[in-house]
């Protein structure tokens, strides 16, 4: 039996590199200014002193074996916290790297909304993006509400990464169309929507026949706001 063809026949151009930047939000809370921060370079500081304490002591009595096995076992441990994100992203990498394929809805724009270079750094603003979900003709209200629902709580995500920039465009959604302004963290944001929540509610439903993706044809520097979070 032939595997049926995927809805949406694209080139895909979604490497690892554009994945993590969807997804880093590393500016917010850099690892030296956190708990988890502290958390991971304790246990490199731990394996420092047993290092130390191998080097002073080993020929006082010191089990050598313990102290490797605690060294290699804080470096262990720290490594993980500090990649933690990372080994993440890997790991689910695979399913991101064909999403389109994966919708119930054909999808349009979208290839060519991630394709600059430019958008992987922060900064780089689309002043203008806009993704208009086509209902069916007979669309129901409940499909609509939960689509409205859904797109209220991607709303308040996409308003913590607004304020952390020197950007004032707020972002809404209007009849079938949800606006504003997006850099790499915000279309993270918007994918996710989309190849999940969007998606699932098509699949229960089955009244969204296609979703349109515009955006400028340039991107804008906005600047950073450092904001103070003691």
């Known amino acids: 039996m032939m595997k049926p063809k995927p809805i949406n026949q694209v080139k895909h151009n979604n490497s690892f590199k554009l994945y ?3 997804r880093d939000r590393g500016y917010s809370s850099p690892y030296y200014n956190t708990f988890l921060g502290f958390i991971a370079y304790a246990p490199l500081a731990l394996s420092l002193v047993c290092f130390l304490t191998f080097i002073t002591q080993n020929n006082r009595g010191v089990n050598t074996h313990n102290i ?11 490594a993980l916290i500090l990649f933690r994100k990372q080994l993440i992203y890997i790991s689910n990498y695979k399913k991101f790297k064909n999403w389109e394929e994966q919708l119930s809805f ?3 724009g979208s290839q060519r909304l991630l394709s600059k270079s430019e958008l992987l750094i922060w900064f780089n603003w689309y002043e203008y993006c806009s993704v208009k979900i086509n209902f ?3 669309c129901s209200e409940e499909t609509k509400a939960l689509t409205t629902v859904a797109i209220s709580n991607i709303l308040k995500n996409i308003e913590d990464v607004v304020r952390n920039f ?3 465009t707020s972002w809404k959604f209007e009849g079938n169309v949800l606006m504003g302004s997006a850099n790499i963290l915000i279309l993270g944001i918007i994918q996710r929507f989309i190849s999940n929540d969007l998606n699932k509610i098509n699949l229960l439903k089955g009244e969204i026949n296609s979703v349109e993706i515009i955006a400028s044809k340039t991107l804008t520097h906005i600047e950073h706001i450092y904001i103070n979070r003691d």
């Open 20 to 22: 993590y930047a969807m």
């Open 68 to 78: 490797i096995l605690v060294l290699l076992t804080c470096i262990i441990v720290s």
């Open 106 to 108: 054909k999808i349009e």
């Open 136 to 138: 069916s003709v007979n």
């Open 166 to 168: 020197k950007i004032y």
